[in-house]
């Protein structure tokens, strides 16, 4: 019987111990490693620009990331103000009254400055230019386009007669004719010479409001035909308003009311308003949907009611939800004996979703009954 043999098995050479050599490799050339050397050092060169590109771009960012925040802090309303100037022309300090604003500015540490060139007895402001392509004057500073001219009763009377006496017409643009130098002759001249101001003319004196003129007057219907002429005028041909004030206590509420608009204009110009900005997000934005079959009619009706004033979700549905409709409600206030009782209706309604119960109450009990039974347009509501 033959036996296996224990040894492994495997090659010739692995039995006999031999080794094989590799073969050498072979020995670059001077060109090759030249080629190689300048390869690498191109692709070093083209790394090292990347990084120097991306530096600088990271850079260029930060750069650009810096500006802007620091020219929308400088756009804010708190330093937009501190760099308003306020311009009164030196007639204006004749009346006695203008302490009143130079006071009140000194207060407030706004810049004032008093000055005797442009339209005379007027206020206008200048600012800082915040970016390029800005138009500025000769100090580096850029003009506002409002304007407020402040002139006495009598200075009005004045410019009605300027007005009657002086203007054609029957010219389209209501040409001023060539006569005396007056005052509505230099409102023209300014507006010839000064496009795209808007000017507000503050007559103080005033002693009653909304146009109402002294009955007592001579000429007062005549006169009170010439101010309509002279106020169409302004507002149709230079889109000019005039307001009637008691004195340079209003001059100066107006004054501060319009620096601080013109402080907070820049800042509202960055955020980009929204065409409609009084309109909320959410379902007040989009409106209720109101089938053929009448869904949808009750969330109007409460809506129609909550537009009151002070009168909050809980409480409108209150009301709709005892009287689902408005001709439901209006029926109810027919069958009542009384006025008194039918604005009394709704105040015993219960308010729900509170932690208290609390009722609809009187006031708005009253205000939904002349929502929905005055015949007067223009009846206030609150």
């Not at 080629?35 to 692709?43: H, L, P, Q």
């Not at 389209?172 to 300014?190: C, D, R, V």
């Not at 001579?218 to 000019?240: A, R």
Request: charged letters at 30%; one cysteine or more.
């Amino acid at each position: 019987m033959m036996q296996s043999d224990p040894r492994p098995s495997g090659s010739s050479a692995e039995r006999t111990g031999e080794v094989k050599i590799p073969g050498r490799r072979r020995r670059r050339t001077r060109e090759e490693l030249q080629e190689d050397r300048e390869e690498r050092k191109a692709a070093g060169e083209k790394r090292r620009e990347e990084q120097e590109r991306r530096k600088e771009q990271k850079l260029q960012e930060q750069l650009k990331r810096k500006e802007a925040a620091v020219r929308n802090n400088l756009i804010k309303p708190e330093n937009i103000i501190k760099s308003l100037t306020t311009h009164i022309h030196a007639v204006l300090l004749q009346d006695v009254g203008c302490d009143v604003l130079l006071k009140t500015l000194d207060g407030l540490s706004w810049k004032s400055r008093i000055e005797d060139q442009g339209l005379h007895n007027s206020v206008r402001w200048t600012r800082q230019a915040l970016q390029e392509g800005e138009e500025e004057d000769e100090n580096g500073a850029v003009e506002e386009d409002q304007v407020l001219m402040v002139i006495s009763q009598n200075d009005f009377h004045d410019i009605v007669s300027s007005h009657n006496k002086n203007t054609n017409q029957l010219a389209p643009t209501g040409e001023i004719k060539e006569e005396a130098e007056s005052m509505f002759q230099q409102l023209s001249e300014y507006f010839n010479r000064a496009s795209g101001k808007v000017v507000t003319i503050l007559v103080t004196g005033q002693h009653e409001r909304g146009g109402s003129w002294d009955e007592d007057d001579v000429n007062s219907h005549f006169y009170h035909l010439e101010t309509e002429e002279l106020l169409v005028h302004l507002q149709l041909y230079w889109n000019v308003a005039v307001h009637f004030l008691f004195g340079w206590e209003e001059v100066t509420d107006h004054v501060i009311a319009v620096t601080k608009a013109l402080s907070k204009r820049p800042y509202k110009a960055l955020c980009g308003d929204p065409e409609l900005g009084f309109c909320m997000d959410g379902s007040w934005s989009g409106g209720v949907r109101v089938d053929r079959d009448g869904r949808g009619l009750a969330q109007v009706w409460t809506r129609q009611i909550q537009q009151l004033n002070r009168v909050s979700v809980p409480t409108a549905k209150a009301v709709t939800t005892a009287y689902p409709s408005a001709s439901l409600l209006l029926q109810a206030y027919e069958e009542l004996p009384s006025e008194e009782e039918s604005r009394r209706l709704l105040a015993d309604l219960t308010v729900g979703g509170g932690v208290k119960e609390r009722r609809v109450g009187p006031d708005v009990s009253g205000r939904i009954h002349r929502l929905l039974t005055s015949q007067n347009p223009h009846l206030l509501l609150d």
